[in-house]
Every structure is written in C-alpha cells, then in structure tokens.
C-alpha cells in the first residue's frame, strides 16, 4: 500500500510540477511573443490564470498523500541516511518539509492574486509568487525523487 502511495505522491507531484512551470513560463512572457513559432514561444502562450485553481488544489492533494507518508520516512529512510551517514540528503529533506509548509501558507496568497477578473496591480505579486512556489515544487521534487533512489540502492 505505502508503494502505491508513493507512486500516487509522485504521479501527482508531477502534474503539480508541469502546471506550475506552464503558469511560471505563461506569467512572464510578453504580449509580443505570444504568438511566437518557437516552441519555448508556443509554451508561454498558454494562459497563465487558468493554472490557479489547478495548483492549489494539485498542492494540497500532494501535501495529503505526502503527510500519510511521512510517519514511513521517520521510521524507516532517516534511519537508514544516518546510519549511512548522509547528512546533505537528510538535509535536503529537511528544507524540503520547510518549503512545503511555506507553500501551504502562501497558498491563499496566491489563490488571491490569481483570482478572476486579474488586476494590474497585483501583476508583480503574481510573477513573484509564481516564481517562488515553482522554485519550492521544483526543489520538493528533485529532492523527494533522490530520496526514493537512495533508499531503493539501500533496502
């Protein structure tokens, strides 16, 4: 069952992952390069305020199945990177508990900034907001899938 979660967490993680760099690219671009032929042009075309609703509720779904897998990571991975010795990757998972938890707060906040009809003036809390809820997703998700390859080389 705690794989087949674990294969849920990711999937979702993933799909959270592509939303939230979709939005990322999206809220950046210019009006002039929307209509663009590269396919970096073509990424950014799409339209960023539809994405809101997605990650938030993207990111609580992976923060669920992820607080049901926690109790296994006390138990049974940190054991096995301290006995290892692995500080930097114990490390790693630590700041990624801290990153999630900001998330989990600044997600109102965004929700809020995302909100239809958009207004110009929270267009920069938009981009920054974005930006740092994609860099956080980005480094939860580098970190939990090194996790799972360092504990599958140590069963």
Avoid at 44 to 53: K, M, P
């Amino acid at each position: 069952m705690l794989t087949g979660l674990l294969i849920v967490h990711s999937l979702l993680a993933v799909v959270l992952l592509g939303a939230i760099t979709h939005q990322g690219f999206a809220v950046t671009a210019k009006r002039s390069e929307l209509r663009k032929t590269s396919f970096l042009g073509r990424f950014r075309a799409t339209e960023a305020s539809g994405y809101c609703n997605a990650i938030v509720v993207l990111y609580l779904a992976v923060i669920f199945v992820g607080a049901i897998l926690y109790p296994e990571y006390r138990l049974v991975v940190r054991p096995t990177l301290q006995s290892l010795d692995l500080r930097a990757a114990n490390g790693a998972f630590e700041i990624k508990e801290h990153f999630s938890a900001i998330g989990l707060v600044m997600l109102p906040a965004y929700w809020m900034c995302w909100r239809q009809p958009l207004t110009h003036e929270y267009a920069a809390a938009r981009i920054w907001l974005t930006g740092i809820l994609a860099a956080m997703v980005w480094w939860n998700f580098v970190v939990g899938e090194l996790l799972v390859a360092i504990k599958g080389l140590f069963p």
